[in-house]
């Protein structure tokens, strides 16, 4: 013999949602783990400086990639006449 009571019909209902609720907070919760698991300690972009080391190299302004490749030969001394009369504003083609 059962019994059925007040509120009786809602109780197989209220189990199940509460079993569901249940299991989705542990799948986040492995979820999250793995995640945080496996994630890297530094981003991948630039690495963290170390003390004692110099900072890294200024770019190099187009002056200076100018007499760089003159002194390497790799452009005349009118070339270079001309791109510098250029670059600074002075100089026409």
């Known amino acids: 013999m059962s019994v059925v009571g007040p509120g009786m019909f809602f109780g197989p209902i209220f189990f199940l949602f509460g079993f569901l609720v249940v299991v989705a ?3 986040a ?3 999250f783990a793995v995640h945080a698991s496996t994630r890297t300690a530094y ?3 630039t ?3 170390q003390m004692g080391t110099a900072p890294p190299p200024a770019r190099e302004t187009p002056l200076e990639i100018l007499a760089r490749r ?3 030969g790799e452009i005349t001394a009118e070339e270079y006449q001309r791109a ?3 670059l600074e504003g002075g ?3």
């Open 25 to 27: 907070v542990v799948i």
């Open 47 to 49: 690495p963290p400086m």
């Open 29 to 31: 919760v492995i979820v």
């Open 91 to 93: 100089g026409k083609i």
């Open 84 to 86: 510098r009369d250029l």
């Open 43 to 45: 981003p991948a972009c």
């Open 70 to 72: 003159f002194a390497s």
